[in-house]
């Protein structure tokens, strides 16, 4: 059964980088097709797409948020990473990963699989 | 482009039907077969409970079921039980990115 993991820091300062690791287990993520994601929800509030890595590497970013993302991965660790720089308050949220199999194909389009999620807070 | 709007709140009785609605536009929802719903109880994660607008993945009750018409799917949980409280939210392929509904609070009276 494959698992997800978040961990990283619970608290960054305004305007540092806050930088998650999802660690995946029960599977590996170089084998494909799947892209591995990052998505996050501020309290109280509904989900948002942050950022996708395909498994041969391609990325793809959410718009409002490109100029601040890096999302990269560890096949050796079998980890991908998530980096947000210049963080501000309504940056806090609970940071999910996830997988999504490629749309198409005889694969449903969706987010199979999820981590529990890691909160991160912003403040001074 | 915003999310996708839902009611924020939808109620019924044990064994009532319940429909959320999940409206978008012809770039997202009516562009595509490709919208989810993931139910959530507090402090945890989504789970996925119907894919490509009316696939409901193993485990998942035959309760739970999917549609679409235009711009706007839906779902509909027939039978409410007090397990299906919670929060659901919609999500649809835009061809480049993902976008989320704004969620409904479902309560079992």
């Known amino acids: ?124 | 482009q915003s999310a996708l709007t839902q009611p924020p709140s939808a109620s019924g009785s044990p064994g009532q039907s319940v429909t959320i609605s999940c409206t978008g536009t012809s770039s997202d929802v009516g562009a595509y077969n490709y919208v989810s719903w993931y139910q959530q109880y507090p402090g945890k994660a989504p789970k996925l409970m119907i894919s490509d607008v009316s696939k409901r993945p193993s485990g998942v009750p035959d309760r739970f079921s999917g549609s679409k018409s235009g711009n706007t799917a839906s779902l509909t949980i027939s039978g409410l039980q007090p397990e299906d409280e919670g929060d659901y939210y919609c999500g649809s392929y835009t061809g480049n990115s993902y976008f989320f509904g704004t969620g409904t609070k479902v309560t079992v009276l």
């Open chain 1, 1 to 124: 059964q494959l698992q997800l993991q978040e961990s990283g820091p619970g608290l960054v300062k305004p305007s540092e980088t806050l930088s998650l690791t999802c660690s995946v287990s029960g599977g590996s993520i170089s084998n494909g097709p799947y892209f591995w994601v990052w998505i996050r929800q501020s309290p109280g509030k509904g989900l948002e797409w942050i950022a996708s890595i395909f498994y041969r590497g391609s990325t793809y970013y959410n718009p409002s948020l490109e100029s601040r993302l890096t999302i990269s991965m560890d096949t050796s660790m079998n980890q991908f990473s998530l980096k947000l720089n210049s963080v501000a308050a309504a940056d806090t949220a609970v940071y999910y990963c996830a997988r999504h199999p490629p749309c198409g194909g005889g694969h449903s389009c969706t987010f199979d699989y999820w981590g529990q999620g890691a909160l991160v807070t912003v403040s001074s």
